[in-house]
Each structure stands twice: as C-alpha cells, then as structure tokens.
C-alpha cells in the first residue's frame, strides 16, 4: 500500500516537474476559471513515464471488474490507452473527436463487438462531461461502460456526475492527494494550497450545466424542447404543428391528377404535418390548383412542402424558384434542395423574406446504388449549419447531426415492413426509421397513396411513427 502510494506520490512530482501542472489564471473547458492547470498532452514527449504510468495503471486497473476493450478519451489519454493496451493484450478502441457531429457510426474506430464492456481512461476531470460524451458515443454503437479510469480527479462534481449516468470514477490521484503530495514536495506552499482547496470547494459543476452544454443528442430530445434550437422558422412552426397534431408523419403526394391530389390532401390532411408534392407530374395543373391546396393546409394545419431538388446553378435556381407556371416560392413553405452545386444556390432560394422559407438538403439517399459518399453527406451538413437560418433539416437515411437538434431529419423510403420497388426505391420499417436510423419525420408515399383507404391508412402511420419517436425519448 505505502508502496503504490509512494508511486503516486512520485508521479504527481514528475507531472509537476514536465509543466504538465501548472498554477496561474487559466479558463478549462466549460468556461470555468481556475488557479490550477493540469494538461497531461505534454506526456507524450516522455516516454519513460507513459511507461511507468502504464505500468502503475495497470497494477491499479487489476481491482477493478473485467472489461473487453480500453478506449482513452481524447487527446491526453490516448498514448497511455495504448500503452495499457498493449501491457494487458487488450484491444483498445479510438472515439474520433474531429469527426463530432457528423454521424454516429464514424465516430469509434477500432474492432469491438456489441455489448463489449469498455474501460475509459481519461486524463482530468472536473465535470465529467468528456467521459459523459464518450459514454454516449461508444453507447450509440453498442459498447456498454461502467467504469473509469482517472489520472487527476479535480473534486469539482465529476464523482458524482459521473454516478448519476451509472460510471463508477476511479481516480489514480484527486485534486486533495495532489496538493499534498507537491507541498510534501516542497514545490508549492501552504497558500496555495488553500486558494486551489476553496476554489475547488467553491467551483462545482452540476450535471444540468453539463446536460445544457455538451450533452444534447436530438435523437433523446422530445421535439418540444428542440424548438429553442431551431434558427430557421419554420423548422420551430413545424415542430409545433408536429406536436399539436401528435404527427410526424409527411405524405409524399406522387398522384398525378388535381382531383386526386385534392382529395388526398384533404383526406389525409387530419394525420400529417407536411405534404410533400412533386407538382410538376400534376397533368392538368393550373395556377388555381395551388390555392385549393393552400386552403386544405389551412384547413387541417399542415405545411406545403414541394420536393422540387434543386440541382442548378443560382442563376437558374432563383428562376425555377421564382418563376414558370408553378411558382413554387409563392406556395411552398418548404423545398428540396441538392447540395451538389454549392452555396449559390442556397443563396438563390433565401432572397430577402426568410422567414416564410426552409430548405431540406439531401445528404443522402434512399435509391439502391446512389453515388452520394461520406464526404459528401458530411460537406451537406456543414452547408447547413452554415445556413441554418434557412435550412429546416436534412434528408437521409442515417442518425447524422445529433449534436444539433434544431436541425430535422426527414426520412423517406418507409413502409410497414422493409422492402423495395423495381426502381431502385429500398424500403426501412417504421420502427427502424425512427429508432435505429433517427428519423424525426418520415415520408410515407406509396404505403398511403395505393392503400385502399388512404385515411385510415395515413392514421395507422401516424399512430405508429409518433409512438415509435415517444419510445425513442423515453
Ligand atoms: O414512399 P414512396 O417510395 O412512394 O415515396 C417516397 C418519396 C418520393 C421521393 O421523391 C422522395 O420520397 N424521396 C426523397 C425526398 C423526399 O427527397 C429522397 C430520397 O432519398 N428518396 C425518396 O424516395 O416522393
């Protein structure tokens, strides 16, 4: 015991003796000041003591419950991570940091098998917040966590925040044994010690603080509380329709008569938050048509939503937008667009009224062999946020953008049961739409428009997709 303790003790005087603490007037993720600084990034030009902290870890880890695979959170405690993985034999995941917000399957690297238990090595902790995220990452792909590793436990919260979401923290040193050991040290005085002691007693952070900073996941958030997110205004009117109407159902009209696109609309209209039409394969269309269609929105509180996919140079984008028999910016609260092109034609679409306009881009699609590529999806999503003033949501077939619920995902390629057409069209489950792939609406066409009773059909939908998004929050 005094033997381990001894070690401890000479660890934080190497810790010291390489800058990685250090004492001043700092601000640490969060936002929060502190007179003490501890960065353990710079350890990776020692090796000798990644080494012997390796080794030190290991005889720690030893007491804990097995565990299958070692992720460190980034970046201070990868090289360690390694280091024990290799001491042990025990396979070693990577969560990628940089790669935030752009899908959840990207972000773990490294073979892992679902229900494999993780041990995370992190390096600090005040709030626990980067362990928290890291939970959430490697939980989304099916490694399940209960315990972590610390170097340094700054005693501002993180035990117990860490607790509160099921982590046992596991601190090789905390803030109290830190200070002791430097003044023991001879390296700090009785001051200090006691201005770091009340800081720390004084600095606490809560888990709500963390949960409000760095813990959103639209796909747990009840679309309520994304309507504070939402930049574009219609994305907020949308979530309120979806709530007051308990859908999040869309129908893609692809009927190609006036009558019937009438009829349907007016029929389904009771169960559907957003009517997508493709209103240039309406064979008798004529400009009067739109108001009938603007009168049933009102009528049963849905938004017009043309799913034109704008592909086009700005120039001629702000025509097909503005101009020709359909007029679509005179109607349609909301269009399609493709990314392909680039900003002009985002730039086309958002004129100057802005408020009555939202656009989903298409990250993604739900056609068999579609030449859309990760890079691809992922430059979409950084349009978006770009103009996330304009831009009401995304679509595609994947739980991208998580980290930004004022952005909606719209899903098509939905059915009962899987499934595809003789075109290309594949076909997802409801619940697997809405919990496994992060649907916040789906758009159901032919599932509605060829059954018998289109009504009753759209009803069903709407009973099973808002059911499948409330188990999805729970
Ligand atoms: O349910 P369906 O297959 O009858 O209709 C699906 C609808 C069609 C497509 O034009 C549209 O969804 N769609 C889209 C959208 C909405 O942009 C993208 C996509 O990837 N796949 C897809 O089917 O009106």
């Known amino acids: 015991m005094a033997e381990f303790e001894n070690k401890l003790r000479k660890f934080a005087e190497n810790l ?52 299958d ?14 280091a024990i993985s290799v001491k042990l034999n025990i396979p070693m995941v990577m969560r990628r940091k940089e ?48 315990e972590t590793v610390v170097l340094v436990d700054r005693e501002q919260g993180g035990i117990a925040n860490l607790k509160e979401q099921g982590i046992t923290m596991h601190p090789l040193l905390n803030m109290t044994h830190l200070l002791n050991y430097l003044r ?47 930049k574009n205004k219609v994305s907020a009117k949308l979530f309120k329709i979806m709530l007051e109407k308990k859908s999040n159902l869309c129908i893609a009209a692809d009927v190609t008569a006036v009558s019937e696109l009438l009829d349907l609309a007016d029929q389904v209209g009771p169960h559907i938050c957003l009517l997508k039409t493709h209103i240039d394969i309406l064979e008798d269309f004529t400009p009067d048509v739109i108001q009938t269609l603007k009168d049933i929105a009102e009528k049963h509180n849905f938004l017009l939503f043309e799913d034109r996919k704008f592909a086009d140079i700005g120039k001629t984008v702000q025509l097909q937008y503005n101009k020709g028999v359909y007029r679509i910016s005179s109607w349609a609260e909301i269009v399609t667009a493709h990314s392909v092109t680039g900003n002009g034609l985002l730039d086309a679409i958002k004129g100057s009224d802005n408020d009555t306009k939202g656009v989903f881009l298409l990250a993604e699609t739900s056609s068999a062999g579609s030449l859309i590529n990760g890079a691809y999806t992922q430059s979409t999503i950084k349009m978006a946020l770009q103009y996330n003033e304009l831009v009401t949501g995304i679509v595609c077939q994947n739980p991208l953008f998580t980290e930004h619920p004022g952005l909606i995902q719209l899903t098509p390629g939905v059915q009962l049961q899987a499934g595809k057409d003789n075109l290309g069209q594949q076909y997802n489950s409801v619940e697997v739409v809405m919990q496994e792939k992060g649907a916040d609406i789906a758009v159901v ?15 069903n939908y709407k009973k099973l997709l808002w059911n499948a998004y409330l188990k999805r929050i729970e």
């Open 99 to 146: 790669a935030k917000g752009y899908g959840l399957k990207k972000m773990i690297e490294g073979v892992f098998n679902q229900g494999d238990r993780c041990l995370i090595l992190e390096d600090v902790v005040t709030s626990g917040s980067s362990i928290l995220e890291t939970v959430r990452d490697l939980n989304n792909v099916g490694i399940k966590c209960t």
């Open 69 to 82: 695979i070692i992720c460190g959170v980034p970046y201070a405690a990868l090289p360690l991570a390694g």
């Open 445 to 459: 066409g032919r599932g509605i428009t060829l059954s018998t009773d289109p009504a009753k059909s759209a009803e």
């Open 16 to 67: 010291f003796s390489i800058g990685a603490i250090k004492f001043g007037d700092y601000t640490i993720k969060l936002g929060v000041k502190t007179p003490i600084y501890i960065d353990l990034r710079v350890i990776v030009s020692y090796p000798k003591l990644i080494d012997s902290l390796a080794d030190l870890l290991v005889e720690y880890i030893k007491k804990l419950p097995k565990f």
């Open 184 to 230: 023991d040290a001879n390296e700090i005085d009785d001051a200090l010690v006691e201005k770091v002691t009340n800081y720390m007693k004084n600095t606490q952070v809560t888990l709500t603080e963390i949960k409000k900073q760095c813990l959103i996941d639209r796909l747990r958030m009840p679309y309520s509380e994304r309507i504070d997110y939402c």
